[in-house]
């Protein structure tokens, strides 16, 4: 029995806390969130920044530090924990930039000979508008903020003419700048068609393991319609009958995972950590591309894997943060699950919080993972964009999917946000 202490609080480091729980592990969760906290102990640190956490892993006396958002990766949380002696899953500030800049995860997936979508990294408007000269006037044109933005800074524009807004949005032409400094550098791609993956790779700097595939379902509405979202549920495991098979995941291994680990091995900061690679699959032509990589769980990917997922990955993730290898060849499976994610109104712009949030009670395979909620005077509220993911696990997907959305119908929140599709691909 491992003691953790998982970072974060949102619904990915719920999940988390729940897998750990659930394999007899003792867990905690800073700063967690007031729908966590009803079943894991979120203790704050004595002090801001990396000496609060340091000090927070210390008190408890944590095997390892599990570190389930971006940013405090970005901001080298995990040199910190290692400077300090203290284990931790999670990539070193070096090794996080793969998503803290997307014009550097571009660079490396060009040197790693890894296939990605054509693509130039532009520093200014002009340089913008001027990368818009590749494109036919009714082609599809993505355009995506280098920094970090909360998965909501990528931009599909469905001709040049709605590229040319976008682009005065991201950079402030007439008004603010849509996503701060971090879009002021800009990385515009052309449009990949296929099937979306997203494949979770627990890395040990120089060889994968890897979990079940899932899928996730990034725009706001049914069908692939509307504004991008950090996602609005996602659904695993996709298997043979979905064309994701052993020959299918050994190339996985071969051209993207292999590649990549090895060049950033080469630049000096060998990647040990989760690494979640969004992938694009057109089985037409049988080309496989990297859309983006991640540095962590993917949320709402980890809800659906790590629910479903019937091995402890626990003593894995130990033997990474404290140095070890993986087994790449460890056999992981995962039970059909969906995860369908309920979202406030407004969201991804500005979301309406301090919403009344009514949640049946769950148990066994039936989970609401918490987000983006805090305690009211009678209860819980909103107080995000996504607020929950409700999540359901069966012997099919099919059944999963509807005891997920049955799951959420319970559910009472005003004027929530829903998607009606997730998983449909599948069935």
């Known amino acids: 029995m491992s003691r953790v202490l998982v970072l974060g609080g949102g619904g990915r480091e719920h999940a988390l806390c729940h897998h750990l729980q659930e394999h007899g592990h003792d867990v905690w969760c800073s700063p967690g969130n007031a729908g966590i906290e009803k079943t894991v102990p979120c203790p704050a640190p004595d002090r801001a920044g990396h000496h609060g956490v340091v000090g927070l892993a210390r008190s408890l006396e944590v095997d390892f530090v599990l570190v389930g958002p971006e940013q405090p990766l970005v901001d080298g949380v995990a040199d910190a924990l290692a400077d300090a002696g203290v284990a931790c899953f999670g990539p070193s500030q070096a090794a996080a930039t793969l998503e803290g800049?997307?014009?550097?995860?571009k660079d490396v997936c060009r040197a790693a000979g890894a296939d990605t979508a054509r693509f130039?990294?532009?520093?200014?408007?002009?340089?913008?508008?001027?990368?818009?000269?590749?494109?036919?006037?009714?082609?599809?044109?993505?355009?995506?903020?280098?920094g970090l933005c909360g998965g909501k800074g990528v931009t599909i524009a469905?001709?040049?003419?709605?590229?040319?807004?976008?682009?005065?949005?991201?950079?402030?032409?007439?008004?603010?700048a849509r996503f701060g400094d971090a879009g002021q550098t800009v990385v515009i791609e052309s449009f990949l068609v296929g099937e979306e993956l997203s494949v979770l790779g627990v890395c040990d700097g120089a060889r994968a393991l890897l979990l079940p595939v899932a899928r996730d379902h990034k725009q706001l509405f049914d069908g692939g319609q509307g504004p991008n979202t950090g996602?609005?549920?996602?659904?695993?495991?996709?298997?043979?009958?979905?064309?994701?098979?052993?020959?299918f995941m050994a190339r996985v291994q071969r051209d993207v995972f292999a590649p990549v680990l090895a060049e950033m091995s080469r630049r000096g900061a060998p990647y040990r950590g989760l690494l979640y690679a969004g992938l694009m699959w057109d089985r037409g032509t049988g080309r496989l591309a990297i859309v983006e990589f991640n540095v962590r769980f993917g949320d709402p990917e980890a809800q659906?894997?790590?629910?479903?997922?019937?091995?402890d990955l626990t003593e894995t993730l130990l033997a990474v943060a404290r140095g070890g290898d993986v087994d790449e060849n460890l056999t992981l499976t995962c039970r059909p699950t969906c995860a369908v994610v309920v979202a406030s109104a407004g969201y991804p712009g500005p979301a309406e919080t301090g919403k009344a949030l009514s949640v049946p009670p769950v148990g066994g395979d039936d989970a609401v993972f918490y987000a983006g909620v805090k305690a009211g005077a009678q209860g819980l509220v909103s107080s995000g964009g996504r607020v929950l993911a409700c999540c359901a696990r069966r012997e099919d997907m099919r059944a999963a999917v509807e005891a997920a959305?049955?799951?959420?119908?319970?559910?009472?929140?005003?004027?929530?946000?829903v998607r009606r599709d997730i998983g449909a691909s599948l069935l």
């Open 231 to 247: 996602g609005m549920g996602a659904v695993a495991p996709l298997g043979p009958d979905d064309g994701i098979d052993a020959a």
């Open 120 to 146: 130039d990294v532009c520093a200014t408007i002009e340089e913008a508008r001027a990368a818009l000269d590749a494109f036919g006037p009714g082609e599809r044109v993505v355009i995506k903020a280098d």
């Open 304 to 311: 659906a894997v790590l629910f479903g997922l019937e091995q």
């Open 158 to 176: 469905d001709n040049v003419a709605a590229a040319r807004a976008v682009l005065d949005e991201y950079f402030g032409v007439g008004g603010p």
């Open 101 to 105: 800049s997307k014009a550097f995860m």
């Open 405 to 417: 959305y049955a799951l959420e119908r319970q559910v009472t929140l005003d004027d929530k946000q």
